[in-house]
């Protein structure tokens, strides 16, 4: 990518934020924030409790989340968000305009198995079906890629790499 964008690595839980946003970070020679480190103690239990968010908690956490993107402007960064509607890309955009999203999409299955096999996250895979639910996926004049998450998490990078290059072009 010739200028540095600050991509926003979301999709609903399970898909590999987590992992493949360090990895993207690296290949890109940028800075990785992880999205759950910005939500704050009441949210983390909310979920932990299996109660999925309300949109009066997502507000201050996508701030948050979009703070930091606007920090980065210009310089290039990786930060990870669910930002699974519309409304709340809207909302780190309105806070970080530049920013570009990377939507990591799979198969329901292939996510919960590896959902499954994940160990001291806060996010339980009974609130699975209320992610997808809530998921509207990028639209047209919405600048980003989707990626599916199939494979190894070093070939969804380079994937990765490769659909947001061709944004430049």
């Not at 198995?113 to 009974?126: L, N, Y």
Request: aromatic share 6%.
């Amino acid at each position: 990518m010739s200028t540095p964008h600050v991509v926003v690595v979301m999709g609903v839980a399970g898909t590999g934020k987590t992992t493949i946003g360090p990895l993207l970070a690296a290949e890109l020679g940028v800075p990785y924030a992880e999205g759950d480190d910005f939500h704050p103690a009441a949210n983390i239990a909310k979920m932990s409790a299996g109660t999925p968010l309300d949109d009066s908690d997502r507000w201050p956490w996508l701030d948050a989340i979009g703070q930091w993107a606007h920090g980065r402007s210009g310089l290039g960064g990786v930060v990870s968000s669910s930002a699974l509607k519309r409304a709340y890309r809207d909302r780190l955009r309105a806070e970080a305009p530049g920013a570009v999203f990377l939507h990591l999409t799979g198969d329901r299955a292939l996510i919960e198995a590896r959902m499954a096999e994940r160990k001291g996250h806060f996010m339980p895979t009974a609130l699975l079906d209320s992610q997808f639910a809530t998921l509207q996926p990028l639209q047209e004049d919405e600048a980003g890629v989707s990626v599916d998450v199939s494979g190894t998490p070093e070939e969804i990078t380079q994937r990765a790499v490769a659909a947001l290059r061709r944004l430049d072009n």
